[in-house]
């Protein structure tokens, strides 16, 4: 098993960025990959971002392309969100979550970090 836990989460105005990193622990040499998604007040959780843990290969949801960039350092075993051009439309509670080798979907997931944005 793998433990995530969030930050960089925080207020910030439309049009203003944030870095959100997600520190993994335990048994990190069997992920096959992570990813960002969210739940905003109200509504269910939607996939944000996701990123091979080996080989770096990305995949975004439609709403964050060219505004959102998923990226990971093996070396200190950390998953990053940076999200420009913030709308009050992305604030929602962001969760990390990993996939590990042999396993189909996400099987564990952070505490979350919130993100609010005004307008």
């Known amino acids: 098993q793998v433990q995530l836990v969030e930050s960089g989460g925080g207020l910030v105005q439309a049009g203003g960025s944030l870095r959100l990193s997600c520190a993994v622990s335990?048994?990190?040499?069997?992920?096959?990959?992570m990813g960002w998604f969210r739940q905003a007040p109200g509504k269910g959780r939607e996939f944000v971002a996701a990123?091979?843990?080996?080989?770096?290969?990305?995949t975004y949801a439609d709403f964050v392309k060219g505004r959102f960039t998923i990226s990971r350092d093996n070396a200190i075993n950390t998953l990053y969100l940076q999200m420009n051009s913030l709308k009050p439309d992305d604030t929602a509670v962001y969760h990390c979550?990993?996939?590990?080798?042999?396993?189909?979907?996400?099987?564990?997931w952070g505490q979350g970090t919130q993100v609010t944005v005004s307008s």
């Open positions: 990123i091979t843990w080996r080989g770096g290969m990305a």
């Open positions: 979550a990993a996939r590990l080798d042999g396993q189909l979907g996400f099987s564990t």
């Open positions: 335990g048994r990190t040499f069997s992920l096959y990959s």
